[in-house]
């Protein structure tokens, strides 16, 4: 009662000739269109960004590279709990793909890009915050995905890290089939970074590689065996076919991280450790150099 | 002693932290895996155990940090609390405009270290059990000469006095006062009330500017005043001449041109407090003990309605703040208050009751969400509906996402390849009637359909036609089966009334034909164990499953529950979880029992999928199959987006 009331009084108002509801009206007829204007404007700068991403499993050091990007430095870290952006500058040492082609002597100042940079949780419940920026993120340019050679030395800690790089390439892959139709099919390189190549157990990259793609090889075979998901059976309609939830070259039985080429993932391992002992910065340089090469 | 202090970010970046021992990261890891993430802990659990160190924490939900205070399990800190508490506002107070951001991954926190020392040196009251209301009431005088002492370290040490620890300070209070000389008794306090009130003035004006700079005002505003009148109402005279003070106080803070007489003595001030420890102490004092209290005053009166709306303000008035309370609600930017959270929150509540979600489940996902977004602003174009619906999608997707998920092909495979290969043991639960027999001849059919060999064994030696009803169950299974060349299954069953622990002990080295000399070829992938379907309040029947735990030792033990409405589900999981203890007493299955709920005729409830809410909630166990239908092929595996997708519609 009391509102409509109100409400009425109000509208009377509004529509009475005095000059007070002409004044407000032109108020509102002049501000709203540059209110508008500075929305959008600010929402179109703001994507402008080109934007990495960091995924992997839990304690692989994702949030530990992030502050060594964006600080030049290690921070200690705990456990994410929610995804952390930062803005980092390529170093000078890494030379961005747009400076490919400035000769050697060309001295004037250019200043390094500027990337953003998107750290999301590991833990096996948070792991949606990392699959839906990987669908919605408009300028991705890249994803690194971290793990931890120590880890995948033992058995637990290499499947992990394989089925979680499985269900990440296998969403890049359907996201390149789907845009294949339209007509931009956007290529996301991935680095796989193999972090902690300080410690004495862990494994060189080469060998992450393999032992990714045998684990990979093998995750894919009982997936495509599983049980269907409550998604597909119950609701009629969208069925994926075993083709489209096959990872990589259908029914081949190795699993190798070239045959994602053709789903225009480019997948690199590279070696580095985010930090080394005694909490000083390690060796970054490989994967910063795939940064600017992809930027 | 506190062994290790850290504050960190909600995305787990560490912004400050000092470590008096050294301890692993592991220790904090496992607080916010375990109760952050996991919430395996009940929230009303105000601290959490890891190895020998006990955690106590603080959230500042709003600026995304967390607070935590690790010490050894063996003391009793209660002071910790107020060091949180303490260090909570004060940081928050000092960053927290720097941290709101969202882009920070380091602070300068150079300046925060003098402070903490203070506030540990102040706060500490030592190991002491019994939890006293400290700084409650005026005869809590120990931290106060202590912290003199620390400040005039002339005075103190001239008189040649240890430092007090905890346990002579209180009888040595009354000669510290009186051998200070000057500053002793009532009236002298009166008197430095006096000089307070002044230096009050110059402190806070330095804070407006800090706040001017950080463009936070209105926070900062409401804690200082708030400070000087139940600090100086402490310090003072007590609780009789709080009004009074807080009058003349405001006016202090308000008054301009009292801040400009005295602007060049503040930035001296200033000065002096960043650079030396001591005046952080000075300053530091009242406005400590102003934040206890008020966080126990809003502790006591957290249960009082917020009376923040104000109901006067002429018809207009009230016209237009609807508006733009309407036009703040579509376009985003509102603060979320208690308030202004309550009602569809409620909604929300009354929503998930309808999909069936138990009345537990559904408040504490509600509460979840209420601190989530407690203080927040909506976004742009976002509704307060909307900002709700969004964050509850989150908590639902993140209790029904399990740790880490069930491949159970891969486990079945490598536990019966390679060198120490054995039969790979399910067992299934549950109470009778729920579909358990059904059930485990689903998943049968789907280990067949990938070329394992099954033994199915009749444990239920208790209800009569059970082993019947399996026997049917294992012919139409290798009928399907050879017809479809794939596995092969079989029937274990020793009649009834044998010892179910026996009888699944005896079909597991059955199958593993390693019982005679050298033993032979494995004869069974699999070891599927019907158990007898039992109510959950039967504690002898129940009690026998923890013997059969033991025995059996199954590699996964699966509860069958039902959608079904009405059926007390929750109930079922939580006593059938506790029985399945290992012979030490710890809960299996890093300590909730059981690896999983196949929740039966889904299909017969549509959207009110509720029950697998429920269930995960209130044991942490989570959902891995659905049973959809009549058929052997109606298994499936749950995926989290639908059933939270059905659950919001
Ligand atoms: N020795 C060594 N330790 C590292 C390295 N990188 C990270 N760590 C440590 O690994 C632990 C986990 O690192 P985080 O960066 O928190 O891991 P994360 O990937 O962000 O983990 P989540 O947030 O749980 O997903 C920390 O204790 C780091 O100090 C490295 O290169 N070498
Ligand atoms: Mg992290």
Redesign the pocket.
């Known amino acids: 009662m009391a509102s409509s009331s109100t409400a009425k009084d109000w509208l009377t108002w509004a529509f009475s000739p005095a000059i007070s509801a002409i004044f407000a009206t032109l108020l509102i007829s002049l501000t709203l269109p540059l209110l508008i204007h500075f929305y959008l404007y600010r929402k179109a700068v703001a994507k402008e960004l080109p934007t990495f991403l960091?995924i992997?499993?839990?304690?692989?050091?994702?949030?530990?590279?992030?502050?060594l990007f964006a600080n030049g430095s290690?921070s200690?870290?705990?456990?994410?709990?929610e995804p952390q952006s930062a803005v980092c500058q390529l170093p000078s040492s890494a030379r961005s793909s747009e400076d490919r082609y400035r000769s050697e002597n060309d001295t004037s100042a250019q200043a390094q890009p500027k990337l953003a940079l998107l750290?999301?949780?590991?833990?096996g419940k948070?792991r949606h915050h990392a699959t839906s920026s990987l669908t919605t993120g408009s300028s991705l340019k890249g994803l690194i995905f971290?793990v931890?050679s120590?880890a995948v030395s033992s058995a637990a800690g290499l499947t992990e890290a394989a089925e979680y790089l499985h269900d990440v390439l296998l969403l890049l892959q359907k996201r390149h089939t789907q845009s294949k139709t339209s007509k931009d099919p956007q290529a996301i390189p991935v680095l796989v970074a193999a972090?902690?190549?300080?410690?004495f157990t862990s494994l060189p990259a080469g060998l992450v590689r393999t032992k990714l793609e045998e684990e990979i090889a093998k995750v894919r075979r009982t997936r495509s065996k599983g049980l269907l998901d409550s998604g597909i059976g119950m609701d009629e309609g969208a069925g994926g076919d075993e083709e489209t939830n096959w990872l990589g070259e259908y029914g081949t039985t190795d699993f190798k991280f070239s045959q994602m080429g053709e789903h225009g993932v480019e997948v690199s391992v590279r070696g580095?450790?985010?930090?080394?002992?005694g909490?000083e910065s390690?060796k970054v340089n490989q994967w910063w150099e795939w940064v600017g090469g992809n930027i | 002693m506190l062994d290790a202090f850290e504050i960190l970010t909600t995305?787990?970046i560490v912004l400050w932290r000092k470590h008096y021992a050294p301890i692993a990261?592991s220790i904090v890891?496992g607080l916010?895996r375990d109760v952050f993430i996991e919430e395996k802990q009940s929230p009303s659990n105000e601290q959490y155990r890891k190895e020998r160190y006990t955690l106590k924490w603080s959230l500042a939900k709003d600026v995304g940090l967390v607070f935590v205070a690790v010490y050894q399990s063996l003391l009793h800190l209660s002071w910790v609390d107020n060091l949180l508490t303490a260090v909570k506002a004060l940081f928050v107070k000092e960053y927290g405009s720097e941290v709101k951001t969202g882009r920070t991954t380091k602070l300068h926190t150079s300046r925060w270290d003098a402070t903490f020392d203070a506030l540990v040196t102040k706060l500490d009251t030592g190991n002491e059990p019994p939890p006293p209301p400290v700084f409650a009431s005026q005869p809590k005088r120990p931290a106060i000469p202590r912290k003199e002492q620390v400040v005039m370290d002339d005075t103190t040490s001239a008189d040649a006095t240890p430092i007090p620890t905890p346990d002579t300070s209180r009888p040595a209070t009354p000669h510290l006062l009186t051998a200070k000389g000057g500053p002793g008794g009532k009236t002298s306090r009166r008197a430095r009330k006096a000089q307070n009130f002044a230096t009050s003035a110059p402190a806070s004006s330095g804070d407006e500017s800090a706040a001017g700079k950080a463009s936070k005002v209105k926070s900062t505003a409401k804690a200082k005043r708030r400070w000087d009148v139940d600090g100086g109402a402490i310090d003072d005279y007590g609780d009789d001449a709080t009004l009074d003070y807080s009058a003349s106080t405001s006016d202090a803070v308000n008054g301009d041109d009292h801040d400009n007489d005295i602007a060049d003595v503040s930035a001296s001030q200033m000065g002096s407090r960043t650079g030396k420890g001591q005046f952080v102490l000075k300053d530091l004092d009242d406005e400590v003990d102003a934040i206890l209290a008020s966080s126990r005053s809003q502790k006591s009166q957290s249960s009082d309605p917020d009376p923040s709306s104000t109901g006067g303000g002429g018809l207009l008035g009230t016209a237009t703040s609807r508006l733009t309370g309407l036009f703040r609600n579509a376009l985003g930017g509102a603060t979320l208050t208690k308030s202004s959270l309550q009602q569809p929150l409620a909604a929300m509540r009354n929503h998930l009751l309808e999909k069936n979600v138990a009345r537990e489940a559904a408040d504490r996902l509600c509460a979840s969400v209420e601190t989530d977004l407690l203080n927040q602003k909506t976004a742009s174009f976002t509704s307060i509906d909307k900002t709700i619906r969004e964050s509850m999608e989150k908590a639902l997707t993140r209790i029904l996402t399990p740790t880490s998920s069930l491949d159970l092909l891969r486990d079945v495979t490598t536990t019966t390849t390679g060198p120490s290969a054995r039969p790979y043991v399910i067992s299934i639960v549950g109470v009778n009637g729920v579909g358990k027999s059904t059930n485990l001849s689903k998943i049968a059919y789907f280990l067949l359909q990938n070329h394992f060999r099954v033994l199915i064994v009749a444990g239920d030696t208790f209800r009569s036609g059970a082993v019947e009803q399996l026997r049917v169950h294992v012919r139409n299974l290798s009928e399907l089966a050879r017809r479809e060349a794939v596995g092969r299954v079989e029937l274990f069953e020793k009649g009834y009334g044998k010892d179910a622990a026996s009888v699944a002990k005896e079909a597991v080295s059955y199958a593993s034909n390693n019982t005679g000399k050298g033993g032979g070829e494995m004869l069974y992938d699999v070891v599927l164990i019907d158990t007898a379907g039992r109510r959950h309040n039967d504690t002898r029947l129940m009690s026998s499953l923890t013997k059969f735990g033991q025995l059996a030792n199954p590699d996964k033990i699966f509860m069958v529950g039902e959608a079904l409405v009405g059926s007390d589900s929750v109930a079922q999981a939580r006593n059938f979880a506790k029985e399945f203890v290992d012979t030490k007493g710890n809960l299996r299955n890093n300590g909730v029992g059981m690896d999983g709920f196949i929740i039966s005729k889904c299909d017969t409830v549509g959207d009110m999928v509720g029950t697998l809410v429920s269930m995960v909630h209130a044991t942490g166990i989570p959902v891995v199959f659905l049973g959809v239908g009549q058929h052997y092929g109606d298994l499936r595996g749950l995926n989290v987006g639908w059933a939270v997708e059905r659950l919001m519609r």
Do not use: E, M
């Open positions: 960091l992997g499993p839990s304690g692989a050091g994702k949030t530990t590279l992030l502050t290690p200690p870290t705990h456990t994410s709990q750290d999301t949780p590991g833990h948070l971290v931890d120590a972090n902690k190549q300080d410690v580095g450790n985010a930090k080394g002992d909490g390690g | 995305s787990g990261p890891d916010i």
